[in-house]
């Protein structure tokens, strides 16, 4: 499909610096990874399709590299931050262009086994807790360097993010 130009991804798409400087993972053929806002669920990624769709169904030849890149992103995420268990979640309710939430869960999260986005519906309007939620155990430039090493050493099709 043609790009939307109502759509903040195909914006974001048309000029990779529309996502902040270093948050970048990878740039694979058929998608854009970004660090996630989220970090207290350190490694949390978006992997964001290049086409503009809305349901996978509409990906067409593109469909499997697309779950491909989205299954490496999730084994650098699981070999760099080791988490109990991913959460991949690909909704678009509220923006309707394909992209995939990979979220690792902590044994450490006490709130582990529901979907995290009751976390962040509670901290929306708690200054604090959204802090919280946004802080990781290592920084952002450190988890996307990670990350960029391991999808480096596994041979991810695409390059690093700048
Ligand atoms: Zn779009």
């Known amino acids: ?18 996502w902040p400087a270093g948050d970048v993972v990878w740039q694979f053929p058929h998608s854009v990874a970004v660090l ?14 290049r086409e503009h769709a809305t349901e996978l169904s509409q990906l067409g030849p593109a469909r499997a590299a697309y779950l491909d890149e989205m299954s490496r992103l999730a ?6 931050f080791r988490p109990l268990k991913l959460n991949y979640e690909l909704l678009g309710n509220q923006v309707p262009h394909l992209h995939w939430h990979i979220f ?15 976390a962040l519906d509670e901290a929306d309007a708690d ?10 155990t290592v920084s952002r430039a450190e988890a996307v360097a990670r990350l960029r090493e391991q999808l480096k050493a596994d041979g991810a099709p695409g390059e690093q993010g700048s």
């Open 1 to 18: 499909m043609t790009p939307d130009p109502n759509c903040p991804f195909c914006k974001k798409l048309a000029n990779v610096a529309g």
């Open 36 to 49: 996630g806002q989220w970090q207290y669920y350190t490694g949390y990624c978006v992997l964001v399709a």
């Open 75 to 80: 084994a650098a995420i699981e070999t760099c």
């Open 104 to 118: 690792p869960r902590s044994v450490t999260d006490h709130d582990r086994v529901r979907p995290v986005w009751f």
């Open 127 to 136: 200054p604090v807790e959204q802090r919280r939620l946004e802080t990781g």
